[in-house]
């Protein structure tokens, strides 16, 4: 089952542009992450933020957590062409190994 | 340079053929992990090990079944009983913990002839 959905399903910006996603999840965490993929290539991690901090920056990147309203949000500021791609929440549940639930993704194009 | 290798890129899979998908990977990580997706899709847990010899099924193992008899290697097999198998496989992995990051190989696309 999905714990996470993103929204928008896609999203076009033009370049210089900020974009924001947002995840939506239905159980209580340990950790949300962010994830990007590339078309036809594996998952690379972005960045992770525990279920106690509220909002982390990673460079162009910047985090947000809501555990009231179990969302979180992934901003990109001065977007560039080449960070078109499909972006996954992907939430912890349980600590253990097993637990990385994934979102369905929000495809990002960013125009030139 | 450490990585996940996942092998071939692109598989074909007959009528009630067995096909298995590698997965290779030299980060030393314990756990190892395969995943579906389909198009426009999240990633679905297959499988996962967190230990050699040791393995337990994700939410969608029916039809897939799995080894570890090495650490580096966790190899997938997609069975005939799996009757609708195409799909991005991923494999991913990690030392274990659910904070720590998954790292994942670039796919294998399985499709039916």
């Known amino acids: 089952s999905q714990q996470g959905e993103e929204d928008p399903q896609a999203l076009s910006i033009q370049e210089g542009e900020n974009a924001t996603m947002n995840c939506s999840y239905k159980t209580s965490i340990n950790n949300l992450q962010w994830y990007r993929q590339n078309s036809g290539r594996g998952l690379v991690h972005l960045i992770l933020i525990r279920s106690n901090e509220r909002e982390k920056h990673s460079g162009r990147l910047r985090v947000t957590l809501d555990t009231s309203k179990k969302s979180s949000s992934l901003l990109i500021t001065a977007s560039r062409a080449a960070d078109t791609a499909s972006y996954f929440c992907a939430t912890d549940s349980s600590g253990s190994a097993r637990q990385l639930t994934f979102g369905s993704g929000t495809q990002l194009t960013v125009l030139p | 340079d450490g990585g996940i290798t996942q092998s071939p890129k692109y598989l074909f899979r007959k009528e009630g053929q067995n096909v298995t998908l590698s997965c290779e990977q030299n980060?030393?990580?314990?756990?190892m992990y395969w995943y579906r997706q389909d198009p426009g899709q999240g990633l679905r847990l297959i499988y996962y090990?967190?230990?050699?010899?040791?393995?337990q099924k994700g939410d969608i193992a029916e039809g897939y079944s799995v080894s570890r008899e090495k650490k580096e290697s966790f190899p997938l097999t997609v069975t005939s009983a799996q009757k609708n198998p195409t799909a991005f496989y991923l494999c991913?992995?990690?030392?274990?913990?659910?904070?720590?990051?998954?790292?994942f190989g670039d796919g294998t696309r399985l499709s039916i002839l």
């Open positions: 991913a992995s990690n030392m274990g913990q659910g904070h720590q990051p998954q790292h």
């Open positions: 090990s967190q230990i050699v010899n040791d393995f």
């Open positions: 980060l030393n990580h314990d756990a």
